[in-house]
């Protein structure tokens, strides 16, 4: 078990710029959430997935943003024409439907910062 | 909808002392509930766990929490406070297996 990895760590870009960030979930993990936490806050759910479906998405997500998981593994969130108001960590979770308590376990995050 | 709310964005304790966080869930459903813990520049780890079964739940690092469905209650806490406790704590509320709810956070102080 090697645990959830997202790539990058960090990524600084200018506004109107486009980004992409990737997670590897807990390998044998089915369900793949995205999350969005900014300084002071708590995180705050964007999408998630369950194999290579994408379940929920969040109202609040604006159609700058897409998430895909095309073999049902690893996910990326694009963001298209990023906004100063985009800054903030991305946090990427699994879990696995075949566990009890469907605990969510978190990679380390990838910060964007919008310049 | 489900939501939750943490009393207190910041607490102070001395090390050894007894650390309290609270959590109040609002759920239409029965409601799973996590604690986790967050430290700078990291990512979140899961600390404990309710999913209906017992209603003290004892977690990592020797934290519990017990679930009060009276009082829409799951608070954490740990008996003795260690410096390495110092870090922001979140509750979380979801339904089987959807997305996770959070309150607004915890930060906890440790003084020596």
């Known amino acids: 078990d090697t645990g959830v990895s997202q790539d990058p760590r960090h990524k600084i870009t200018k506004r109107g710029q486009n980004v992409t960030f990737r997670c590897d979930p807990i390998?044998?993990?089915?369900?793949l959430y995205w999350y969005r936490q900014t300084l002071g806050q708590g995180p705050e759910f964007l999408t998630y997935?369950?194999?290579?479906?994408?379940?929920?998405k969040s109202r609040l997500l604006s159609d700058r943003f897409s998430a895909e998981r095309p073999k049902g593994s690893f996910s990326t969130l694009e963001i298209q024409r990023t906004e100063q108001g985009d800054s903030a960590m991305y946090l990427c979770a699994s879990s696995s439907d075949r566990r009890n308590g469907y605990e969510q376990y978190f990679g380390p995050g990838t910060r964007l910062t919008v310049t | 909808a489900q939501s939750v709310t943490q009393l207190g964005s910041h607490v102070s304790v001395s090390e050894g002392a007894l650390v309290l966080l609270r959590c109040n869930y609002s759920s239409s459903v029965p409601p799973y509930l996590f604690w986790y813990v967050q430290y700078p520049n990291q990512g979140l780890q899961l600390l404990l766990k309710y999913t209906s079964a017992a209603t003290l739940v004892k977690g990592i690092n020797g934290f519990e929490a017990e679930f009060k469905k009276s009082e829409t209650s799951f608070h954490l806490t740990k008996p003795s406070a260690h410096m390495s406790d110092a870090a922001e704590y979140f509750c979380?509320?979801?339904?089987?297996?959807?997305?996770?709810?959070f309150g607004q956070g915890t930060e906890l102080s440790v003084k020596p």
């Open positions: 390998s044998e993990h089915n369900r």
């Open positions: 979380a509320v979801s339904k089987q297996g959807g997305k996770l709810i």
């Open positions: 997935f369950q194999n290579e479906a994408q379940l929920e």
